[in-house]
C-alpha cells in the first residue's frame, strides 16, 4: 500500500519543453552577457553566450558527495560541528531531491590587454526540489563547469558559474507549483522528489503526516500524472455525497375507498451513506431508507387510526464511476443505482378486513410518490474536482503556462491513475 494518497509528477521531457520556449523567447537578453574582472592583477573582460536551451537530468549527480566537499570547502573548522557530519547530513536531506539542470553549449569569450580568445563550457547546475510551509520550489544549490582548457577554470569560476546560477534562480523562480488540490478534499502540506526522470509532488489527507520514505520504486512514465488513493477517493466521495445523509421526502393526502376515506402522511429518510471501493475509478455506495406512515379512515361515525412502518427492502445501493471530461476535470458519476422496492408493514393491531382493502393501494401511492425522488437523488449525483493541476511560468514578463492534455483515467498498482501529455503556450 503507498504511502501517500496523492502524487503529481512531470517529466524531464516536459521541462526540456519548457526551457527551449523561454530561451526562444528570452534569448539573447537572459542568456548572454559580459562582465570585467581583475585576476591575478590583470583586467579581464569576460562574455558568456548560451548558445542553446538549458536541458534537466532529473536525477542526482554520479558524484554528489564530492560536490558537497568541494561547495564546503572553505569549512571554518571553529564551528562546533565536524565537516564529515556537515556532509553527511547534506547527503540524508538531499537524496531524492536534487536534479541537474545543463547548459552544455555556453561559449565565453575572454579579452585583455594583452589576450583573447573563446572557450566552450559545459556548464552543470545542482537544483534541490524542496517544499517548506506547503510552498515547492526548484532552488539552484551549486553550479560545475568543465572545459578543454584548464587556463581558463580561475575565470568559469569566477564569471561563468556565478552567472550561470543567476540564470537558473531567474528561470527557476518563475515557475510556480501550485499547492495539490483535489475537489474540496484536504490534504497536507506536499513533500517534493526526484525520481525515475520525474519530479513528484506527494501529499495525504489531511489528519495524517507528511508523506516520507520509503516511496514506491516505480511510476507512471508519462509525461504527466497523478495518482490517487483509495482514501483519497472515498473521502472525496464521503465529502461530496454529505447532503444525501438524513435527506428526507414527506408525501400527503386522500385516498378514497367505499368504505371512506383515507387521510395519510408518509416520510421517509436517507440513512448515512456507506462508501467502499470498487476498483480504481469506481466507488459503491449504500444506505437506508426508513420512515413511516401514519392514517386514518372513517367507517360509519368511528375513526380507525392505521400506522405502518415504510422501509426500502434491499438497501439502496449503486456505484459512482470517475471520469475525464474536457480533457482535465475528473467528474464523478452515479452509473448505475440497484432496484429496490418499497415496503409497509402494518404497526399496532387494526382490523385485518381494513388492512387488506388499503394496504396494496396505499402502498401503490407512496411508491408512486417517494421511487423516482429516490432514483433521482442518486441518479442525480454529480460531482466534479475541478481541473487537474497547471503550473503557472512567469519569468521576465514571458507568461507560460503547462496545461495536462490528453489525459485518461485507469488503475495503476491499485490507485486511480490520470495520465497525459503536458502542453506549454
Not at 30 to 35: E, V
Not at 264 to 274: E, H, N, Q, R, W
Not at 305 to 330: F, H, M
Not at 368 to 386: D, K, Q
Amino acid at each position: 500500500m503507498a504511502n501517500f494518497d496523492m502524487a503529481v509528477g512531470i517529466d524531464g521531457g516536459t521541462m526540456d519543453q519548457g526551457s527551449k520556449i523561454i530561451y526562444e523567447k528570452l534569448y539573447p537578453k537572459l542568456f548572454t552577457g559580459s562582465q570585467k574582472i581583475k585576476l591575478e592583477g590583470i583586467d579581464f573582460t569576460v562574455g558568456w553566450n548560451v548558445k542553446s536551451a538549458p536541458t534537466f537530468t532529473l536525477s542526482a549527480p554520479s558524484n554528489p558527495e564530492a560536490l558537497i566537499r568541494a561547495h564546503l570547502m572553505d569549512w571554518n573548522h571553529q564551528y562546533p560541528v565536524e565537516k564529515q557530519t556537515i556532509v553527511e547530513t547534506y547527503l540524508n536531506s538531499m537524496s531524492g531531491s536534487i536534479f541537474q539542470m545543463n547548459m552544455k553549449d555556453v561559449e565565453m569569450t575572454v579579452s585583455s590587454t594583452s589576450h583573447s580568445g573563446t572557450d566552450q563550457v559545459d556548464v552543470t547546475i545542482i537544483v534541490e526540489a524542496s517544499s517548506t510551509n506547503g510552498v515547492m520550489t526548484l532552488n539552484p544549490i551549486k553550479a560545475t563547469g568543465k572545459t578543454s582548457n584548464p587556463s581558463d577554470q580561475s575565470l568559469i569560476n569566477s564569471v561563468i558559474l556565478p552567472q550561470a546560477m543567476t540564470m537558473a534562480r531567474t528561470i527557476l523562480s518563475g515557475i510556480n507549483l501550485p499547492p495539490l488540490k483535489f475537489g474540496d478534499v484536504k490534504l497536507t502540506a506536499p513533500n517534493l522528489i526526484v525520481t525515475q526522470n520525474h519530479i513528484v509532488a506527494l501529499a495525504n489527507l489531511e489528519g495524517k503526516s507528511v508523506p516520507a520514505p520509503p516511496f514506491p520504486s516505480s511510476w507512471p512514465s508519462n509525461p504527466f500524472f497523478a495518482l490517487l488513493s483509495s482514501d483519497a477517493k472515498m473521502e472525496m466521495a464521503k465529502t461530496s455525497t454529505s447532503y444525501i445523509n438524513g435527506k428526507s421526502f414527506g408525501k400527503s393526502g386522500k385516498i378514497g375507498f367505499k368504505i371512506g376515506d383515507l387521510h395519510y402522511g408518509a416520510k421517509i429518510t436517507m440513512g448515512t451513506l456507506s462508501i467502499a471501493d470498487a476498483g480504481a475509478t469506481s466507488i459503491k455506495f449504500e444506505t437506508t431508507g426508513t420512515g413511516n406512515v401514519n392514517a386514518g379512515i372513517k367507517i360509519g361515525c368511528t375513526n380507525i387510526g392505521i400506522n405502518y412502518d415504510l422501509y426500502a427492502k434491499p438497501k439502496l445501493a449503486g456505484q459512482i464511476d470517475l471520469s475525464i471530461e474536457n480533457g482535465v476535470n475528473i467528474v464523478a458519476k452515479t452509473s448505475k443505482t440497484d432496484t429496490f422496492v418499497l415496503v409497509l408493514k402494518p404497526s399496532g393491531n387494526p382490523i385485518e378486513w381494513i388492512l387488506s382493502a388499503i394496504t396494496d393501494p396505499l402502498l401503490q401511492t407512496i411508491t408512486a410518490a417517494f421511487s423516482p425522488l429516490i432514483s433521482t437523488l442518486f441518479n442525480g449525483y454529480s460531482y466534479n474536482t475541478g481541473p487537474l493541476p497547471s503550473i503557472p511560468i512567469a519569468i521576465d514578463g514571458i507568461t507560460l503556462t503547462a496545461t495536462p492534455t490528453g489525459v485518461t483515467l485507469g488503475d495503476y498498482n491499485g490507485m486511480m491513475s490520470a495520465t497525459g501529455n503536458i502542453n506549454i503556450s
